[in-house]
């Protein structure tokens, strides 16, 4: 009983940390409001907007470039020019959707 009970307790514990790791993605992917209704199992119905654009920003050649350069210069580099655009996307209020690798999603004209 104690074998199954420590078993227990530690696919708890790995299903605790999933369910966290799905709750911060998708806290990532939309905004806070709809992030919750969807947790919620509450349906999300599709809304139209009349004006809304998606910047979708890649460094060209990041793998070259950074074969050139240490890991702490890269992520430096990376964590410069994420800071300008995020000060961009506060100024002009747009909604940060994620930062993968060296690409930067943001989003504007949504509510």
């Not at 966290?20 to 349906?43: E, F, G, W």
């Not at 050139?68 to 959707?97: G, M, P, Q, R, W």
């Amino acid at each position: 009983v104690s074998t199954q009970s420590t078993g227990l307790t530690k696919l708890t514990e790995v299903l605790c940390r999933e369910k966290q790791r799905s709750d911060d993605l998708i806290y990532k992917l939309v905004p806070a409001d709809i992030a919750k209704k969807l947790k919620n199992h509450i349906t999300v119905p599709p809304e139209i907007f009349d004006s809304v654009s998606v910047l979708y920003a890649d460094i060209v050649n990041f793998t070259l470039i950074s074969s050139y350069h240490s890991a702490t210069e890269v992520v430096n580099l990376l964590n410069y020019l994420f800071c300008l655009i995020d000060k961009l996307t506060d100024k002009y209020e747009a909604f940060k959707a994620d930062t993968v690798g060296d690409a930067y999603v943001a989003v504007t004209g949504l509510p």
